[in-house]
């Protein structure tokens, strides 16, 4: 029998002028996204102490008031407390408070407001204004008091202090605070394979963007305590996106604290002044009024203002009134 045999060949086609590529998966990578926050800590007023004397009296610049109080913010309470000495040498006038009612202040400088005793008689409103203008206080630190003694009569002293010294302690806010300005950046966000091109923020995690600009770095601020959901969304230029969130907290700390004139309050500059158009005869007492008109609060919570009435850079008086949320008013204050 014959034999038979296989023979398998193997063959190679080609086209000439082409090459076979084996296919490759290309990998798109997504965008990191990423988000950071920083702010200026709330600093509010804590406690003010001083004692002093050398201011002259008002009634006779032969002779001295001297004074002495405490008013603060006690560990956990939200209204102030304290006590105020006043005497006034040259009428023999004695002040002893009552109660601290109003405390508020920024930097170097607090006011304070109460009832007190006037020469043993209750219920007399006063309010206190003092600089803490460092050390030593002798030729550095102010004080003055207006004491509202009825019948449209106001007691009126102050000066620098010719002895004695005045401490304002204030404590920083380590929590991001209602009304704050928080500056939020995205500037750590990176593709790495392509550019991004769009960032979209959510700053109170109600899925409505508050912002879709290419807008790396933005300041926000809270009018309400509470957590709150911050989300950021990158796109890069291959259409691909990335979600990121964080949660801060946003205290009231400080409410019920005043934290006297803001950013949150705006003023057009208008205002006007009456009594300077009466004549009097030299060393007649002159009652001036001046007016700030249409000062208006910006936000959603109240915000205490204080209004001060400087001739020739000298303190003459001030007034302190209480805005409602959004509230817009005129806001006189009064010397003599």
């Excluded at 800590?41 to 002495?68: A, H, R, W, Y």
């Excluded at 004695?164 to 790495?192: C, K, M, R, W």
Aim: hydrophobic letters at 35%; a negative charge.
């Amino acid at each position: 029998m014959k034999k038979l045999s296989v023979v398998v060949i193997s063959v190679i086609l080609s086209i000439a002028g082409a090459a076979l590529v084996p296919a490759v998966s290309a990998q798109i990578w997504e965008p990191n996204a990423k988000i950071t926050y920083s702010y200026e800590p709330l600093s509010t007023i804590e406690k003010v102490t001083g004692g002093g004397c050398k201011i002259p009296s008002p009634m006779n610049p032969d002779e001295q008031v001297t004074f002495g109080f405490v008013a603060q913010y006690k560990d956990g309470e939200t209204e102030p407390s304290g006590n105020l000495q006043f005497n006034d040498h040259a009428t023999g006038m004695k002040v002893h408070s009552e109660s601290i009612d109003t405390l508020i202040g920024s930097g170097n400088n607090a006011i304070f407001t109460g009832t007190a005793k006037v020469n043993g008689k209750s219920r007399y409103n006063f309010t206190v204004y003092v600089e803490d203008n460092g050390e030593p206080g002798k030729d550095n630190d102010t004080f003055a008091i207006s004491i509202n003694l009825g019948e449209g009569f106001e007691y009126h002293a102050n000066g620098t202090l010719g002895g004695g010294n005045i401490q304002i302690h204030n404590s920083s806010v380590e929590t991001p605070t209602t009304n704050l300005p928080i500056v939020f950046d995205a500037s750590e966000s990176y593709d790495p394979d392509g550019t991004i091109v769009a960032y979209r923020w959510d700053f109170d995690g109600d899925g409505i963007w508050d912002i879709e600009e290419n807008v790396v770095t933005i300041t926000h601020s809270y009018p309400e305590s509470g957590y709150y959901t911050v989300i950021l969304e990158v796109e890069d230029d291959a259409g691909v996106t990335n979600v990121t969130t964080i949660t801060i907290t946003v205290c009231g700390c400080g409410e019920g604290k005043g934290e006297g004139i803001s950013g949150n309050v705006t003023w057009n500059g208008e205002h006007t002044f009456e009594g300077l158009e009466s004549k009097k005869i030299i060393g007649d007492p002159l009652i001036i009024t001046a007016t700030a008109h249409e000062i208006k609060n910006n936000v959603n919570a109240s915000i205490n203002v204080t209004i001060e009435l400087y001739v020739d850079g000298f303190l003459l008086n001030w007034a302190t009134e209480t805005l409602g949320p959004y509230e817009q008013k005129d806001i006189p204050v009064s010397a003599t």
